[in-house]
């Protein structure tokens, strides 16, 4: 009995050996595979060749807008989408409701050229060639009633346009020719229609365009003898009138007036230049007697 008690112990005593051996290799694996995973990758070539973000520089690229939400366009980027007539329009009504702005835009725009203006009539002119019927008598009553709006738009725009290049509003006589003749070839241009009573609005516009050359004429002899009618300007008016059947002849007399005027003054002119080329060969005075004596 004693014998297998003692036996039964050793046992006992053996496999608690094993157990305790066989926990104490398991926690060395452990502790090796950890030292293995925590062991700094220095040396990994992957990790040496990267390079790592700056956190400075980052900050500094601008980020797209997170929150999208439905709101209108800014005022510059509105004016971009808008063609010339559309701003011709929202400023127009801005205007009208607004007088203090009107006077301000009429004080800031850049004043017009004799080229802007003509472009404009010609817009003007464009408009009612192309209201014209296809095919047809563009001179009967049915072709007059149907370009008969844009004819008077055209007009209209003429007379607004005519005032602004004549004296005292423009002080260059040379300005205020170039319009008027720019003009008058448009009213050249007008048809003649059968109906006599349809030239009415061709003929009135003659008759302004003759008033306002004259005043040109009239204002430019006060200045310099008249000088600036010279250069040909006197031979297109001329052909104007002829070419308006004479509805100009009133431009025509204000034009001899003043170079009846012109004509004196070149007299004289001519006597001066004749006394100094005789002063200046030596001939002056060649054949008056020269008296001896006492004065």
Avoid at 101 to 124: H, M
Avoid at 135 to 140: D, K, L, P, R, V
Avoid at 190 to 208: G, M, Q, R, S
């Amino acid at each position: 009995m004693v014998g297998r008690k003692r036996k039964a112990v050793d046992e006992d005593d053996a496999s608690a050996y094993r157990q305790e051996r066989s926990g104490s290799q398991e926690s060395s694996g452990s502790g090796e595979n950890y030292d293995r995973m925590s062991a700094s990758p220095s040396n990994s070539p992957a990790i040496l060749n990267r390079q790592l973000p700056n956190p400075s520089s980052s900050r500094n690229v601008k980020r797209m807008r997170t929150s999208v939400s439905g709101r209108p366009l800014t005022l510059p980027r509105l004016l971009e989408t808008l063609d010339a007539q559309a701003m011709r329009t929202v400023l127009r009504s801005i205007c009208e409701r607004h007088p203090g702005i009107a006077a301000e835009v009429v004080a800031t725009a850049p004043r017009p050229t004799v080229p802007s203006a003509l472009n404009v009539l010609s817009n003007y002119e464009s408009g009612f060639r192309a209201s014209f019927p296809f095919g047809g008598n563009h001179g009967s009553d049915y072709a007059y009633n149907r370009v008969r709006q844009a004819l008077l738009d055209l007009l209209d725009a003429l007379g607004d346009f005519t005032p602004h290049f004549l004296p005292p509003n423009e002080s260059q006589t040379a300005t205020s020719l170039s319009f008027l003749d720019g003009v008058t070839e448009i009213i050249h241009r007008l048809p003649v229609w059968n109906n006599p009573i349809n030239n009415h609005h061709k003929h009135l516009a003659y008759e302004e365009m003759s008033k306002a050359w004259a005043l040109v004429i009239r204002e430019a002899a006060k200045r310099g003898a008249g000088i600036q009618l010279q250069g040909g300007w006197d031979q297109k008016i001329v052909k104007h009138n002829e070419q308006s059947g004479g509805r100009m002849q009133g431009a025509v007399d204000e034009l001899k007036s003043g170079l009846g005027w012109m004509g004196q003054t070149s007299n004289n002119q001519s006597d001066l230049g004749s006394i100094r080329q005789q002063l200046l060969s030596g001939t002056y005075a060649a054949n008056m007697p020269v008296r001896v004596g006492p004065w």
